[in-house]
């Protein structure tokens, strides 16, 4: 089955800047919709970002739209977030996961059910 790694998640000061990234295993991105979702403690989980397999546009939440861009690389087989502007209500703990459904070139869902795949998380710590 498919195995996501998050990783680059740490301590930053508010205002600062994090690029996380999301290795799958092999060669596992071809037609997948991939998201990112945080859960601070007690909380939902919450839907971040997403980006189709086309990976030509982007779906953000709106708590994090303008400061966070999503990216992919089919090649490398990794989707990347970059957080801008960093707030410390952005703490928790970020996910990736993969969506096997092909609803066409520019389909994504920001449901957390429709995910077929999730990484163990990496966590991020925004300090004021």
């Known amino acids: 089955q498919v195995q996501l790694v998050e990783s680059g998640g740490g301590l930053v000061q508010a205002g600062g800047s994090l690029r996380l990234s999301c290795a799958a295993s092999g060669r596992t991105l071809s037609r997948y919709a991939m998201g990112w979702f945080r859960q601070a403690p007690g909380n939902e989980r919450e839907f971040v970002a997403a980006?189709?397999?086309?990976?030509?546009?982007?779906y953000y939440g709106d708590s994090v739209k303008g400061r966070f861009t999503i990216s992919r690389d089919n090649a490398k087989n990794t989707v990347y977030l970059q957080m801008n502007s960093l707030k410390p209500e952005d703490t928790a703990v970020y996910y990736c996961?993969?969506?096997?459904?092909?609803?066409?070139?520019?389909?994504?869902?920001?449901?957390?059910?429709?995910?077929?795949?999730w990484g163990q998380g990496t966590q991020v710590t925004v300090s004021s």
């Open positions: 996961a993969a969506d096997s459904y092909y609803g066409g070139s520019y389909y994504y869902t920001r449901t957390v059910s429709d995910y077929d795949y």
């Open positions: 980006i189709s397999w086309s990976g030509s546009i982007g």
